[in-house]
């Protein structure tokens, strides 16, 4: 790659991840115009699937072809990952922080670390049992049990956090079984097909319906399918293509970062000193299962789920 080219394939991935620590933009205001965690779920699932297949019928009809049984992966990453990590993600945010909601999903490469040893038998390392470590330490900071053992965050928010961080890190473990047969855009349309099912099925979105008279619902709704999700996936995807897995991984710690300083600019909230370090250190955990997972699978991706 030429330098321009390559500079250009950073700085698109680099987008794409900012586009999804905006999220918090998007959600407030709905959650301040009564719709709950679960809703906000299921307008981000909808609104998703609604734009990605007008992109498909319009521009990638070819693509639309998949076999039945590759449904399952699809159902799964779909109602198992996208709907519930969302759910745990943004059940922590109405009840904490954006800043604490970013920092325990980011405990999902670890999942995918465990996961794919479980799963595909890929071999745990020091360097993971470090990253584990750095990652546990660094959760332990954020949420205020050290330095000083005196953690204000309930534990059943912590354990939404840690669940998000888990449904995030399934993403990857339906997903890359079919990631040899169909396209990145293919994969996402189809589980957001399933995620939007799933949300009609069981929100009360339906009945929410007079809500939508405000124009400020429908800009935050589609702000949130557009920004946080499709353009967010469109420009980390298209740098992903030119890039190694890992790299485009690290290229993504952009995301948290960008999370938290939407928390503290716009949202109103504080962060410590050892806050601030505990969040460095789950990013760097992250940073390095990412780098040591290109090497063992270079030619894997594994995708994104956000």
Known sequence: MEKMSSMRVYISTIIGAACWGLIGLFIAPLYNRGFTAWDVVAIRGIFTFVILILLMVIFYRDQLRTRLVDHIFFAGAGIFSIALFNFFYFEVFSQSSLSLAVTLLYTGPLFVTILSRLFFKEPLTIRKGWALALAVTGCAFVVGLLPFGQGDIPMKTLLMGVL???????????????????SSLTITTYTFLYTSIFMLLTSDIIKKTDQFQSIDVWISAILLALVATVAGFAFYTSGLKHLE???ASIL??????IAVLTGVLFLGEHLRGWQMLGIALVLYS???VAERRSKANKSVDIGHSN
């Open 164 to 182: 998000s961080g888990f449904c995030y890190a399934l993403y990857s473990i339906f997903s890359k079984p079919i990631t040899k047969r169909y």
């Open 245 to 247: 897995a890992s790299k």
């Open 252 to 257: 993504a710690t952009i995301e948290p970062i």
């Open 286 to 288: 992250a940073i390095l």
